[in-house]
């Protein structure tokens, strides 16, 4: 049975090699919004059509107050036991790489150890240079807000009341360029998010690495974790990293064992919830 828990107990005791993929619903019980879902709207804005260098390039101002709102928001909740558990697999499990496209800092404030952690898509945290001739990157900057200009991303929120950054009736005042952080080396790029954004290249050297650890021996267990696995490269690792006897787990709100496939798994719930349950073999409870 593709959802039995003490089936996949008896895989993960043999595992050696153990792969993630994770999304924002590993990080939606932490109380951040995910990028599709209801929580996926920003203003009147999906938060797709803002995540481009397009939107950077037409309004900087506005994507970054959008950038800025998440930092204060990760910056405001912590990791989760979906995060803990995967920390402590890492910790006992030297062969356990997890891939996320999440870009908050919740897996590293879990005490996920770095060197088996790849954030895909970047993140909220890093800042690099707007101009693609530029190097310059500054990584773990908390600062909240980033600048005077974007504090309305960072007002206090009194109970039950609503950001009025976030209501699409507040009309919002242009933030001319010179009020936003420029980069400190080139001097004529702006600071921009250290995300990838839609039609950006992920990191080359990151993606080698990640294909030649698949390549480096047969993975046993591929855990898919809180994404709905619809953006591309990091939605196609969980088929490239399968072989014969590898066994493919979703664990997400909508799970259906429909999809599986001989030896995968499937488990319907919160991830928060399900990955301590899962995990408890090798990391012990929580
Ligand atoms: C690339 C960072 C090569 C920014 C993100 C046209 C032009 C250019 C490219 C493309 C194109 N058409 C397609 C592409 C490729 C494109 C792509 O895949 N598009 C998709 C939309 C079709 N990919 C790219 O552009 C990538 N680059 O391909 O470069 C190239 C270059 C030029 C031209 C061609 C090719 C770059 C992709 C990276 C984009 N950046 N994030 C930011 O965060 O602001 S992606 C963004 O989506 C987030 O990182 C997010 O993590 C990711 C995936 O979303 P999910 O994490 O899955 O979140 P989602 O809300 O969708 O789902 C949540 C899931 O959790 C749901 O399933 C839900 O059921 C579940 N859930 C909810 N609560 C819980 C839960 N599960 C468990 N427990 C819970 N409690």
Redesign the pocket.
Known sequence: MSSDIAAFHAVLRRAKRILAVC????S??SGLP????AG?LWRNYE??SL?TPQAFARDPGLVWLFYSYRRHMALGVSPNDGHLALAKLAASQPGFLCLT???DNLHERAGHPEGQLRHL??SLFDLKCSNARCDWIEHNNQADPLCPALAPASAPVQAGQKLRLLDPAHKLDHIPESELPHCPKCRTGLKRPG????????DHRMLAGVDAWIHDGPVDIVLV??????????AGYAELARSAGTSVVT????ADTSECRQGDFAFA????SLLPELLEPVIGKL
């Open positions: 999304g924002a619903g590993l939606a019980s995910t990028f599709r879902g996926g938060s797709t995540a496209q999440n870009v898509h970047g995300v990838v954004w839609f039609g950006e290249q992920l974790v809180g994404t709905s696995s619809v953006v591309y490269p990091a664990v997400n709100l909508d719930g919160d991830a928060a």
